[in-house]
DNA sequence: TGTTAGCACTCGACCTATTAGAGTGCTAAC
DNA sequence: GTTAGCACTCTAATAGGTCGAGTGCTAACA
């Protein structure tokens, strides 16, 4: 008869399994774990236990005469375990996070810099792949627009919304636009948007201001659609990544099959995309995702384990940074590294 | 004793090897050349020959009881072959490149998707990893400089310079600054920096500027200082690639060691920023390039080959397309599309 | 009843022939 | 100069054999 929950010394046990197996790579023994401090017991009594935990679903066996190895369920419980313990011992890595934030700060004067900067550093520290996206952008109120005259008959619009993102669009229209209309144009688009939310300029609000524009709706409405357009049209979620061929680290994702399908995730960044959202719709639950195996909503990773957390520029505008591993990742120091950075990169926001 | 030159039989020999081993993979024997078409010669005969071509090494032995595979040399000769001939056939692939065509026109609204969709459809084409590099940015003109009051003391500055490749720099200032003095600031810069070769902007030209400036000097300096730095801040040559993954169809290129040193060239733009400053050194000589294995500038690409291009989009502004797959590509269809694709960029750019 | 020693058994990793086949180099004849 | 013929070389693939880590089970023990 199986056991259904786990007692005690299964659950020391069970630890004693993943934590040697995600420092040695290899299959372990029960003569390993009954040789640990901590538990005396013989290998035939581990024996027996580890045939249990195999029921169980916790390990797996690659073959009869081979050790165990962790399954994702196994993983599951070890990081869950983790999580719980987190609060308390966070003190601990305070040392290399010091180094991260002077390495951050140090040429954050631009967003992009910033950010490829946080990614770079990530995946420095973890030896994993790593990707941050940028703050969501249609979450963001407008703050300014502004249109002026490059050439004769082309304007330059620039966009600015929270957080300063800046967006730029050049448009041309048909004839020529003098400058009274361009001025009148300017103050339309700032009293009628600024502070609003991108996500609510729908039609309704547009085809009121062709009207308000009166007799210049012809080039007005023209302007009004590209600046809309241009608005909205922010689908390419912005996301920076790097030391993706930290994978080839890792032989079990090492092989063509995986590398290739890890490699064109982080190409395409479509997938990526997906994963962000997903996590952004789940930032509320918890600070900190853990998607192990057969957990991640990417498919092309479904032989990785992925770390994903939310940092939040401004109210209500976040962003999503992630780690990409071999599901035998060190958690505990991916869990430590993430979770200061997100404060780190909170903070930081929240100064500027 | 051995040649020193290749007679008219050692070359349609040394073709033949090095066409069927593009198409196989495998190295080639002196019998299945024997049995081509062309040239009626026995397998012993054959093997006299490439005895010699292996000793004026144009084709390599993997081991003594295996056919021949071509050396650098050997593609190098093919590829130089293959250059002169092009001039006469290149209408056969028109097909392929309309189709091509429409795709790129279809969003070439922005030219950073221009450049990802130019990216993509080239890698997605000949299976192989591809690049381009958008138009050299400090080559250009100065085409116009707008700065606007965004908040009580934060500017936005929009630079716009010639091919219509936008910046923008948010410029926080001390003081105030009232709405005539921005007047005569965006005069100021306008009328001395309009036309100018960024390369051409120094400091002598920027002092002057300040001192026109006269009494607003203060203000005015710290404007100036940070567009000028905006201007010059774009070491960071943008770079866009498609289809790194594409190195896993190509056994030879995709073990460990070799894929990740390509990836990582990839992910870190470091040596493909190299690689298109190499090209455009050498641009004037010849529209295209190859860099067959050690020829490679690219440190880590020393096992493949690496095919580049310049295109124009202005009069001297040049940017670079490259493909980089193994030294056993397919070399006609890569340059046919290569340059099919450069002159199609040139004369989309003329147009507009 | 839980724990442990003991032992036969399993299975992959590794090493060592052995074989088959492709392809060569050389010699001798044409 | 070309070719047929043949001994030779080297790899890739296959099979057999051994080693050792680790298991599962049984029987004895506290």
Sequence with gaps: MVPLTLDERKKKILLAIIKTYLETGE???S???SKLEGLDLSSATIRNEMADLVDMGYILQPHTSAGRIPSDKGYRFYVDQLMAEKEKDIAERERETD????LLVEKADKMERLLKQVAKSLSAN??????ISAPRYNMNRLKFIQLS????NRIVAVIVVEGNMIKNQIIDIDGPIDDETLLALNMLLNTTLNGM????INLSIISKMKQQAGEQAGIISEVIDAVAESIRDDEDLEIYTSGANNIFKYPELADNQRASEIITAFEEKKQLTDLVYETLSHSDEKGIQVYI????????MKDCSVVTATYELDEGIHGTIGIIGP????????????KKLTTELDTMFKKN
Tied chains: 1, 2.
């Design 149 to 152: 005259r490059m050439e004769e």
């Design 126 to 131: 973890t030896n994993y792949a790593a990707m």
């Design 197 to 200: 939310a991108i996500e609510d």
């Design 99 to 102: 180094e991260m934030k002077s």
């Design 31 to 33: 003569r390993t774990i």
């Design 327 to 338: 599901k035998r990742m060190d958690y505990d120091k991916v869990l430590s590294t993430i």
């Design 293 to 300: 195996g057969e957990e991640s909503p990417v498919e092309n």
């Design 27 to 29: 299959p372990v023994g």
